[in-house]
C-alpha cells in the first residue's frame, strides 16, 4: 500500500498526514497507561520480582519484534496464533517480522544465539513487557497485553515443576490481603509425550469427525490442523461433544502416567490445592506432559490469569542442543483486576501522593525555595511546589488537592528571620522552624 492510499503525501520535501474531521484515537485493543495504572502495575510487578529474585531467576530483555519464522517453528504454522492473531509485516529490506505473541520462543532464541546453554544448569529466566495478538479485545486481555514470563531450562522432574507452579501461586497471592480468602484455583492436566499424544490425536480426528458437523466453524477448521485445541472450545455445543470423548490420560504411556502421579504426590506434600482438567490443553504446539492454568472464576468466562508448562524439545527444534524447560506467564492486566478492589487502589494511590508541598510567597524567595525543595526530594521526601507568584490561600487550596500532609510556608518575613512556618494540614496546627533545622524536624514527625 503507497502512503497516498492512507491519506499522507509528499510536499516539499515534508511528509503531511491529510486532514480529519474525526479525532485520532487510540488502536482498537491498544490503550494509553494513565499514572494510577503505572502506581497499580508497578506495585504487581515489584512484588513479583521480589519473589522471583528470591527464587535465583534472572530478569532479561528480549526484542519485542522477532522474525516471524521464530514463531512458525516454535509455536507451529498451523496454530490459531500464527495462523490469524499475529501481527506480521514486511519490512523494507523484505525480511517477514512479527511482534512477539509470546516469549518464551524469544528466550529461546536468546539462549542459542548467546550460546547460554554453556552456563551452568539450571537456566532460570523471567522478562516482564508487552505482548501483542490480534484477537477480539477481551476483559483484562488487550490486543497488546503485558505479560510476566518465567522460564527454568534444566533437567526437570516432578519435583522442579510443583516449585514452579508454587512460585507462580505465591507471586499471585503475595498481594492479596491476608484476610482475604484466595480466588485463585490450580488446574493441571498431562498432554502426554511424543510417545503417546499421536494415538489421542488420531483417537480425536476419527470421533470428532463423526460429529463434525455438530461443531462451531472454528473448530471444523481445527479438526484436521490443531484438534487439541478442540478441547478447549468456549461453545457450548462443542463442550457438550468433548465431554463425551476419552480423556488423554487413558493413552498416557507408563512414563507418562508416572511422572504424573509423582507430580500430584509432590503437589499435595506442598498442601497446593489443583483440579485435574482432562480437558485442559494449550495453545501453542511446543508443549509437552505437564500443563496447568491457574484462574480466577470472579472474572467470568475469560478467567487464566496464569498459564504455563513443559517442553522438552523447543531448543533443540530451533537449533540448540536438547534440554528440558518449563516455564508459565502472567497476565498482567487480568492479575490487576483480581488484586484491586476501590479501596485497595485508593490505599496504593495515597502511598503514592506528595507528603510536603512548599509554600514560596513572593519571587525574591523563588532562588532559596528551588534549593530548598531538591534538598528535601533529595532526603526522601516526596515534595510538590508552585513557582509562579500566587497568595497562602491559592497555594494551600493547591497543597489541598494534593492531599499533602505537611506545607512549609516561606514568606518574606520568615525567610528575613531565618525561619519558615511547618503547617499541619490535618490539624491546622502551625510553628516556627529555623531553615537550617527542616529536615531534621520533619524526620521527626515522620513525614
Not at 90 to 106: H, S, V, Y
Not at 172 to 182: A, G, H, I, M
Not at 184 to 195: A, D, H, K, P, T
Amino acid at each position: 500500500m503507497c502512503l497516498l492510499e492512507v491519506g499522507i503525501f509528499q510536499e516539499d520535501g515534508v511528509k503531511i498526514l491529510s486532514k480529519s474531521s474525526s479525532k485520532i484515537q487510540a488502536v482498537r485493543g491498544f490503550k494509553d497507561w494513565l499514572p494510577e495504572d503505572f502506581i497499580k502495575y508497578e506495585y504487581l510487578i515489584e512484588t513479583a520480582k521480589e519473589i522471583l529474585k528470591n527464587y535465583n531467576y534472572k530478569e532479561i530483555k528480549i526484542p519485542i519484534l522477532e522474525k516471524t519464522e521464530l514463531f512458525i517453528r516454535s509455536i507451529g504454522e498451523v496454530t490459531d496464533i500464527v495462523q490469524k492473531e499475529t501481527y506480521t509485516f514486511q519490512d523494507r529490506n523484505k525480511d517477514f517480522l512479527t511482534l512477539r505473541p509470546e516469549a518464551t520462543a524469544g528466550i529461546c532464541r536468546m539462549i542459542i544465539e548467546n550460546g547460554l546453554f554453556t552456563r551452568p544448569k539450571p537456566l532460570k529466566f523471567f522478562t516482564i513487557g508487552p505482548m501483542f495478538r490480534h484477537e477480539r479485545p477481551q476483559k483484562g486481555r488487550l490486543r497488546e497485553f503485558f505479560q510476566i514470563d518465567v522460564e527454568f531450562f534444566g533437567n526437570l522432574n516432578p519435583y522442579y515443576e510443583a516449585e514452579l507452579i508454587y512460585m507462580a501461586l505465591l507471586i499471585l497471592n503475595k498481594p492479596l490481603d491476608k484476610q482475604e480468602k484466595s480466588p485463585f484455583i490450580l488446574e493441571i492436566n498431562s498432554l502426554g509425550c511424543e510417545r503417546c499424544r499421536p494415538k489421542f490425536r488420531e483417537y480425536l480426528i476419527d470421533a470428532l469427525n463423526n460429529v463434525k458437523e455438530k461443531l462451531c466453524n472454528v473448530c471444523q477448521e481445527r479438526l484436521e490442523r490443531n484438534p487439541l485445541r478442540i478441547l478447549d472450545c468456549k461453545n457450548e455445543v462443542c463442550k457438550e461433544e468433548v465431554q463425551k470423548l476419552k480423556p488423554i490420560s487413558e493413552f498416557w504411556c507408563k512414563e507418562c502416567k508416572e511422572h504424573f502421579e509423582e507430580l500430584k504426590k509432590v503437589l499435595n506434600d506442598l498442601k497446593i490445592e489443583y483440579t485435574i482438567n482432562p480437558y485442559l490443553v494449550r495453545g501453542l504446539d511446543y508443549y509437552i506432559r505437564t500443563i496447568f492454568e491457574i484462574k480466577a472464576k470472579e472474572l467470568g468466562a475469560q478467567d487464566t490469569v496464569c498459564a504455563g508448562g513443559r517442553y522438552d524439545k523447543l531448543l533443540s527444534e530451533l537449533g540448540g542442543p536438547e534440554l528440558p524447560a518449563i516455564g508459565f506467564a502472567i497476565g498482567l492486566e487480568r492479575w490487576s483486576l483480581c488484586v484491586f478492589n476501590n479501596q485497595k487502589e485508593r490505599e496504593l494511590l495515597e502511598k503514592n501522593k506528595p507528603e510536603i508541598f512548599v509554600a514560596i510567597l513572593g519571587k525574591e524567595q523563588f532562588p532559596f525555595g528551588i534549593k530548598l525543595v531538591q534538598d528535601l526530594r533529595k532526603e526522601g521526601f516526596k515534595t510538590e511546589t508552585n513557582y509562579e507568584e500566587k497568595k497562602l490561600k491559592a497555594l494551600l487550596r493547591e497543597a489541598d488537592k494534593l492531599s499533602v500532609k505537611k506545607v512549609l510556608i516561606l514568606g518574606e518575613d520568615e525567610y528575613k528571620a531565618g525561619k519558615i512556618l511547618l503547617k499541619d494540614m490535618e490539624t491546622g496546627a502551625q510553628e516556627e522552624i529555623a531553615l537550617n533545622q527542616i529536615i531534621e524536624k520533619l524526620k521527626e514527625t515522620h513525614v
